[in-house]
């Protein structure tokens, strides 16, 4: 069973995500090529392609097994693993390294309780490491979902995971505590 990212429930065969995902198949199933737009309307659905999901397109889309995991492991936008709401990755590149990417890796880790690769346990947070994301005048720089938050000290840390909880509707860390 795989788990999800919200908190360890499974997704079994009856998970009604599955309807709307094979209600999109319906709508592709003639068109060549359609298994990539399947697998990302997968991964919005159920926000990564556990074994289960990627065996179900394959039964559906008639397809082996194998082309469906080949693809998904080809493509580096394609998640195996549970992911959090927000991803964030602190820049190892020289640059960032340099200007203090590590200490900000090091309080990231501390204020989220996770090391690098994990997820969360409320399934908000994914933290990761990349190399440079080519905005080096920027450094040390951190993507959250994609956006460059650039020259960062560490005290900066603590304001953008309020800030993204707030986004994301969770009281802040304060709040909770008092
Ligand atoms: S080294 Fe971090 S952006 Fe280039």
Excluded: W
């Amino acid at each position: 069973m795989a788990t999800c990212c919200c908190g360890g429930a499974s997704i079994t065969k009856d998970d009604p995500r599955f309807v709307e995902l094979d209600a999109f198949i319906a709508t592709c199933l003639e068109q060549p090529g359609s298994l990539i737009s399947v697998l990302h309307k997968a991964q919005e659905l159920f926000g990564f392609l556990p074994e289960e999901v990627q065996e179900h397109i394959a039964v559906n889309l008639g397809i082996p097994k194998t082309d469906v995991y080949g693809v998904v492991t080809f493509y580096n936008f394609f998640n195996t693993d549970p992911v959090g709401q927000y991803t964030i990755s602190v820049c190892m590149g020289t640059a960032c390294y340099v200007r203090g990417a590590g200490r900000l890796l090091t309080q990231l880790e501390t204020e989220l309780n996770i090391k690098a690769g994990n997820v969360t346990e409320d399934g908000l947070f994914s933290l990761e490491v990349c190399r440079c994301v080519g905005a080096c005048s920027l450094a040390p720089a951190v993507v959250v979902d994609g956006e460059v938050r650039g020259k960062l000290v560490e005290g900066d840390i603590k304001p953008l995971l309020d800030e993204l909880r707030a986004q994301a509707g969770v009281p802040t860390r304060e709040l909770v505590l008092r």
